[in-house]
């Protein structure tokens, strides 16, 4: 039998960004014993890479919002696609969730008067996003934390979660390992929230760090749980493109809510060319009121340039294929032009793009103060994720919540930036506190030996192979399989490539069973890999699979073989599923009525 250490809370959080922080200190509050697991140090989770802000309608700088305009605009973005309930719940309570985080002591931009700053986003009707510069992510990551901390939650740091346990349907504990030196642990608990994040990983070019491998989809997936809207993966529209070593590291849209303009290498602004009839004509007074917008003008037209990412991104693609992109690749995208436009220009885009002025000086050697970047799209988000209950994020396994980027419903077809900070607050509070609730209702279950032995054999597979290993390294499976995303199953996709991609997927599984790492369990990185791959294999086949499905473009999913919407899937999910014979399942599911009341909303805001 394995040996293993056990540890035992009452709520489990697997993963510590925002969500995972989140969940952890309602549940907390709630008064039961709280754990929080994270693959990396506390305070680096993904979250704290987030620069544009977070998406509230506090109405400081517009007073024309409000929750209903929020809601609408979310929907819109999501193509309708969005679980109604829960784009409701997240408008109403955002506010809340980011008043609540400044008396915890993040301090925000602020406007003239001294209340919260807000600022354009795309998609948004008005300005709606706090933050703080560039950096509202880190302000975001050090309250929760300091918050959390001090409640006294449990952190297990650099620990990997492998495999979920279960009671019958119940998820009753968890099996994983320490990263550093490669030993089990059993992780008891009555509740456990997933909040792990995305799948970024599955794609060459991402805006997402090592961690983002699909580990708490692969982990609900496998456990029984369903995935919706899998499909559904948002390319950022600017990435860096050069040098290759940064290619794909995120440009924040934030760079063109304070003015930044895209053009191609003929220096035309393209995106006056694919957009609704009122702009067909690219003239000065378009230019000049696209510039009052991001001054804050309530009356003005926002610019092209903050259209939805999958409409901008989609624009960038279709330059650099013409050959009008930049030259390593892209598109270029100008902040610097303001200088003509505001008081000591260069301290004014320092000031409001800090993050950017440094990277793309460090990583790049470009002032942004002086002259264009190059960007092209990136793998950003996924929309897809685990099916949860819109109100307490448990999913259809009892005592399995889950919250954040690895949840779904939200966000439908597309997300609007912003939305993800704030769904991290909305419903990272709603799963702790649902959680606790579950926890104090329930006994702990039976945590039964031969799940963990099993757990712990699988994790040693790659050892047992090592010396007999053909010579291939867990990297080259991860480098081809990133690779065939990117390629086959990317912003613009068709059947005959993702049916090549499902197939890939199923040779490279059968080459990552043949997969031997080398070394022994302390401090090994090909190990870790070759553990990540398989959750890699899962939502790649996951994204594949729900990509075939849906035969028509919406939102973030276009398919050259069918570019127009179809009727037929306009108020339509995907589901996945596991199937008893462990072959991936999909259907279709009608989503349910929107209740009047929301349907007055929606019309309204037209
Ligand atoms: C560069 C960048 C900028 C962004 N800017 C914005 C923005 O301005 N506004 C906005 O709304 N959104 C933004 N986003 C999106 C947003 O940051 C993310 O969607 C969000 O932070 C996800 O938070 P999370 O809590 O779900 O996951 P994360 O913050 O990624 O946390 C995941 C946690 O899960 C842990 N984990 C994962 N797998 C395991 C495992 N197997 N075992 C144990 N632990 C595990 C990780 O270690 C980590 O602690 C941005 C994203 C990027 C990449």
């Not at 037209?301 to 624009?315: G, M, Q």
């Amino acid at each position: 039998m394995a040996e293993y250490e056990t540890v035992q809370h009452e709520v489990l959080i697997i993963g510590a960004g925002g969500a995972g922080l989140r969940a952890a200190i309602e549940a907390s509050a709630a008064g039961v014993s709280v754990g929080i697991v994270c693959k990396s140090l506390l305070g680096k989770a993904h979250t704290v890479m987030a620069e544009g802000g977070i998406a509230a309608a506090l109405a400081n700088v517009d007073d024309r919002d409000n929750w209903r305009v929020h809601f609408a605009d979310t929907m819109r973005g999501g193509q309708y696609l969005n679980n109604w309930r829960m784009a409701e719940l997240h408008a109403k309570e955002a506010p809340q969730r980011v008043r609540e985080l400044e008396a915890w002591g993040a301090v925000f931009d602020r406007t003239k008067d001294g209340r919260i700053l807000q600022r354009n986003f795309g998609g948004h009707r008005y300005p709606r996003l706090a933050h703080v510069g560039d950096r509202t992510g880190l302000e975001m990551i050090r309250t929760l934390q300091d918050h959390g901390v001090h409640q006294g939650i449990d952190v297990h740091m650099e620990q990997t979660v492998l495999t979920l346990l279960k009671d019958g349907e119940r998820v009753v504990g968890a099996f994983g390992y320490d990263r550093e030196r490669g030993r089990f642990k059993v992780y008891r608990a009555k509740a456990i929230v997933l909040a792990t994040g995305g799948i970024g990983r599955a794609y060459k070019i991402t805006s997402n760090s090592w961690e983002y491998t699909g580990d708490g989809h692969a982990l609900a997936y496998h456990a029984g749980a369903e995935l919706i809207d899998m499909e559904f993966v948002q390319f950022h529209p600017t990435g860096m493109v050069w040098p290759p070593s940064v290619r794909g590291i995120l440009v924040t849209e934030g760079v063109r809510g304070e003015g930044g303009i895209l053009t191609n290498q003929e220096g035309r602004r393209f995106m006056f060319e694919d957009i609704p009839e009122n702009y067909k004509t690219q003239t000065a007074a378009d230019e000049e009121e696209g510039w009052r917008y991001c001054q804050g003008d309530k009356n003005a037209r926002r610019p092209p340039e903050l259209l939805t990412r999958d409409h901008v991104a989609r624009s960038i693609v279709r330059e650099i294929k013409a050959g009008r992109g930049s030259p390593h690749g892209g598109v270029f995208l100008d902040i610097s032009w303001i200088k003509a436009r505001v008081a000591n220009g260069e301290d004014h885009i320092k000031r409001k793009l800090p993050s950017m002025y440094h990277q793309f000086k460090q990583l790049a050697d470009i002032d942004i103060t002086k002259g264009p970047m190059e960007v092209g799209p990136t793998t950003h988000y996924v929309m897809g994720g685990i099916r949860v209950d819109s109100d307490t994020q448990m999913s259809r396994l009892p005592g399995l919540f889950a919250a954040g980027e690895c949840a779904a419903g939200i966000n439908g077809a597309n997300r609007l930036g912003g939305n993800s900070l704030s769904d991290l607050l909305v419903f990272g509070k709603r799963s702790g506190e649902f959680a606790a609730k579950f926890a104090k209702e329930n006994v702990l279950g039976a945590i039964d030996d031969q799940q963990t032995a099993a757990a712990a054999r699988e994790a040693l597979e790659p050892f047992d192979r090592g010396a007999n290993a053909q010579g291939e390294g867990v990297y080259r499976v991860q480098h081809d399989l990133q690779e065939m995303m990117q390629g086959l199953v990317g912003i613009v996709r068709q059947e005959e490539e993702m049916q090549r991609a499902l197939q890939g997927i199923q040779q490279m599984r059968e080459r990552a069973g043949k997969l031997g790492v080398m070394g022994n369990r302390e401090f090994n990185p090909g190990w870790h890999t070759a553990l990540d791959l398989k959750n890699l294999l899962t939502v790649s086949e996951a994204i594949a699979l729900a990509g075939l499905e849906r035969k028509e473009s919406r939102g973030a999913h276009f398919r050259e073989d069918y570019p127009d919407k179809d009727p037929a899937f306009a108020t339509v999910n995907t589901v996945i599923w596991r199937g008893d014979d462990g072959a991936m399942q999909i259907r279709q599911e009608s989503i349910p009525q929107m209740p009047d009341d929301l349907k007055r909303v929606i019309e309204e805001m037209k």
